[in-house]
Every structure is written in structure tokens, then in C-alpha cells.
């Protein structure tokens, strides 16, 4: 049987059958299941399309009424976004300390400021809600830094530190 393998004959009379059995499974079987997999793939985006507008218009209204709202001439505060945002996610102002530096201006003329933020006992479900909806509301913040440190004795309490950079 190994000595097949090694003869040219069965390369000429098997490239040929593949190449004849390519065609017919294409038309039986890739083609039919490629249509199958379309059609689940537009119901699965009309679903999620529904989920959208579910979300945006019942559920969490308030991302649509910001973008709205926003001023573009304002210009950025740490103090009143960091304000904004731990309100929303019922962090007291008591709970954290925060400290900016002033606006400064690199060599390629672009402008930043950087923040720093200690919470001092907060858990993870509320940090990460104010985090992502400190992503969501300023695009050009990024944060740069996050330190967890676990409160012992606690079962969900953090000491969180965070640093922050926005770029104008």
C-alpha cells in the first residue's frame, strides 16, 4: 500500500476525482449552508438591533440625552466631571480625594491635564460603573493608572487609586 504513494498514477487519477468531487459539494452543501448561515446572521443582527433600541430607549435612556445636550464650547473639568459621575454611581464626596494638576502643553502643541483620584472604600461593581462611564461621557480621558488595594476584614471593599490624563 506504501508503494502507491510513490507512484505518479494515483496523483494523475486522485487530483483529478478531487477536483471533480469539489464542485458537487459546493453546490450541495457549501452553497445551502452558506445561505443558512446568512439568514441566521441578518435575524441575529435584527435581533440585537432591537436589544439597541431597547437600551437606548428604555433602559438607559440618559446616554442619548447627553450626546444631545453636550456643549462643545465647554471646556473639561475634573472637578465637575469627576462630580457628575460619582453622583450617578452614589459615591459620596467624603469617600474619595481628588487632585489635578495644571494644563500643560507638550512640544508636539498638544494640551493635556492629569488627575489623581484615591477612593477610599468602594467595591468593584460600583468602581467599575465609574470607570466606564467616565470612558463613556469624555472620549479624550484615558485612564492611565489603576491601583486596587484590598481592605482586610472586608469581603467586597477596595481602596482604589486612579490616574487619569485628558487630552484637549
Given at each position: ?94 469617600e ?34 465609574f470607570i ?37
Amino acid at each position: 500500500m506504501k508503494d502507491i504513494y510513490k507512484k505518479p498514477i494515483f496523483y494523475y487519477v486522485l487530483i483529478p476525482i478531487l477536483i471533480g468531487l469539489w464542485p458537487l459539494w459546493l453546490l450541495g452543501l457549501g452553497i445551502p449552508g452558506a445561505k443558512s448561515s446568512l439568514r441566521s446572521e441578518m435575524d441575529d443582527y435584527a435581533e440585537a438591533e432591537k436589544l439597541i433600541e431597547q437600551i437606548l430607549g428604555e433602559l438607559d435612556p440618559q446616554r442619548l440625552d447627553y450626546a444631545r445636550t453636550k456643549k462643545t464650547g465647554e471646556a473639561f473639568d475634573y472637578t465637575t466631571a469627576i462630580d457628575q459621575v460619582t453622583k450617578l454611581c452614589r459615591i459620596l464626596p467624603t469617600e474619595y480625594k481628588l487632585s489635578s494638576s495644571p494644563v500643560r502643553k507638550t512640544k508636539g502643541g498638544q494640551i493635556n491635564q492629569d488627575a489623581s483620584m484615591t477612593i477610599d472604600k468602594i467595591d468593584i461593581g460600583k468602581f467599575s460603573k465609574f470607570i466606564s462611564v467616565m470612558h463613556m461621557r469624555w472620549s479624550n480621558l484615558q485612564c492611565t493608572n489603576v491601583t486596587l488595594a484590598k481592605i482586610k476584614g472586608e469581603k467586597d471593599a477596595w481602596k482604589a487609586d486612579v490616574k487619569f490624563i485628558y487630552y484637549q
